[in-house]
């Protein structure tokens, strides 16, 4: 069968991007890239190196000069890949809440949009790629031949991170995830460049409810 050559999937926090795209593109031999790891890099980094995101020139710099790596997983866990910075894994200091906390605001800033995009675009253009993020089909890819919006109430995907997270150390209450996730939505759905939208010629999907599975047949149903 011969599938979209470009698949993008857009959503808030928790709406199963991730876990629907990889299954996805699993099944029809595609490559999976989540652009939501490249934010993240960027921002651990940032709080690491320059004691913080503030500075909207340093950050900006440093997202153009440091080397994002995502590969096959080389330890055991839970992890599906690997995401080095500069050679360093970070895999799971990316997911901190710290991270969290800062992400949406080193997201907001126009160098490091700049930076990102264009690396997201020099992969995804070669095509036979499932592309997972906020701004996927309206500004990365935006002539992608399959564009999906995941959509849940922000109570169902906060409980969502929260199952999630549980078994770890240190789990953090619902509230508290939920809340975090509340604003960070807030701050990604109303920043001036790329922000969280639905393309107009995307699919939106409501997921509340829904298994993961009902989810991945949803959207295999798209791609026939
Ligand atoms: O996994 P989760 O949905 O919670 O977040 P993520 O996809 O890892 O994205 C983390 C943050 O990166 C988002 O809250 C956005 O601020 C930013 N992001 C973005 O601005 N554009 C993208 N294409 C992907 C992520
Ligand atoms: O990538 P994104 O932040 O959009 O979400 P995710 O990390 O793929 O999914 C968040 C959590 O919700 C995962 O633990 C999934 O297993 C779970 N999930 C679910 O329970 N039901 C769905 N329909 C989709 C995801
Ligand atoms: O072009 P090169 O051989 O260096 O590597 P690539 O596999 O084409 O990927 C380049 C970059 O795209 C990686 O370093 C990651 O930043 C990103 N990428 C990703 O996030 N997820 C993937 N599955 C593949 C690549």
Known sequence: MKYPKHIAIDGPAASGKST????????????????????????????QRLNGVNDEKAVSDLAEAIDIDVRPPSVQDERKYDVLVDGVDVTWDIRKPEVDANVSRVSAYA?????????????????????????????????????????????????????????????????????????????????????????DDAHILNTEGMTIQQVVDAILAFLR
């Open 20 to 47: 629907v795209a990889e299954i996805v593109a699993h099944q029809i031999g595609y490559l999976f890239f989540d652009t939501g790891v490249m934010y993240r890099a960027v921002t651990l980094a940032s709080l």
């Open 111 to 199: 160098g490091v949009r700049k930076a990102m995009t264009a690396q997201q675009r020099k992969i995804g253009e070669r095509g036979q790629v499932v592309m997972v993020g906020r701004d996927i089909g309206t500004v990365v890819l935006p002539d992608a031949e399959l564009k999906v919006f995941l959509d849940a109430s922000v109570e169902e995907r906060a409980r969502r991170r929260y199952d999630e997270v549980q078994h770890r150390n240190q789990p953090e209450p619902y509230e508290q995830i939920l809340q975090a996730m509340k604003k960070r939505d807030e701050i990604d759905s109303t920043r001036d460049l790329a922000p969280l939208c639905p393309a």
